[in-house]
T-cell receptor
């Protein structure tokens, strides 16, 4: 059974870069049909899709975040990562990594990790 | 920018039926938007209920169903139970790899 586990610092200073990693187990990160996602949820607010990557290197980003986001895959470690630059308090959120099968919205979710932006 | 709309809140009596909807600020929702519904309780990750309009995710009881109603996607809960009290989110595929979540509906069972 696919399991996804987020990891990374829980506290980031304003203007710095938030870096999170998702470790994939129980499934192959280089599956051609799997797409790897980052989604976030600020406290008390709606879910927000951040972006998606595929092992082939294809990436897709939320236009509102595109200038600050990089998502990449490390197949050797069965991990994919999120980097969000120039963070502000508005980036404080629970960050989820997820997987969806191409052509479906059936996301499988990690448990989520809270990242707080504060000095 | 496209906005996905959901009712902010809804209430249903135990045993009753409720239909939540998911629309677009401009245009109609269709099967090509791959409408997907999630259930989320406080402090927990979302759980997929319905994907691709009407396909139930593994382990989801058949009292949850999805459809297109008019120009919106819909999630119907038949025979509501106390533990259905949750937040429900939809997400729509907008093409070119882009997904947009709705604002969520807080469902109360009372």
């Amino acid at each position: 059974q696919l399991q996804l586990q987020e990891s990374g610092p829980g506290l980031v200073k304003p203007s710095e870069t938030l870096s999170l990693t998702c470790t994939v187990s129980g499934g192959s990160i280089n599956s051609g049909t799997s797409y790897w996602d980052w989604i976030r949820q600020p406290p008390g607010k709606r879910l927000e899709w951040i972006g998606t990557t595929h092992y082939s290197g294809s990436t897709y980003y939320n236009p509102s975040l595109k200038s600050r986001v990089t998502i990449s895959v490390d197949m050797s470690k069965s991990q994919f990562s999120l980097k969000l630059s120039s963070v502000t308090a508005a980036d404080t959120a629970v960050y989820y990594c997820a997987r969806h099968i191409g052509g479906t919205g059936n996301f499988s979710w990690g448990q989520g990790t809270l990242a707080t932006v504060s000095s | 920018q496209t906005v996905v709309t959901q009712e902010p809140s809804f209430s249903v009596s135990p045993g009753g039926t409720v239909t939540l909807t998911c629309g677009l600020s401009s245009g109609s929702v269709s099967n090509s938007n791959l409408p997907t519904w999630y259930q989320q309780t406080p402090g927990q990750a979302p759980r997929t209920l319905i994907y691709n309009t009407n396909t139930r995710s593994s382990g989801v009881p058949d009292r949850f169903s999805g459809s297109i109603l008019g120009n919106k996607a819909a999630l119907t809960i038949t025979g509501a139970q106390a533990d259905d009290e949750s937040d429900y989110y939809c997400v729509l595929y907008m093409g070119s790899g882009l997904w947009v979540f709705g604002g969520g509906t807080k469902l109360t069972v009372l």
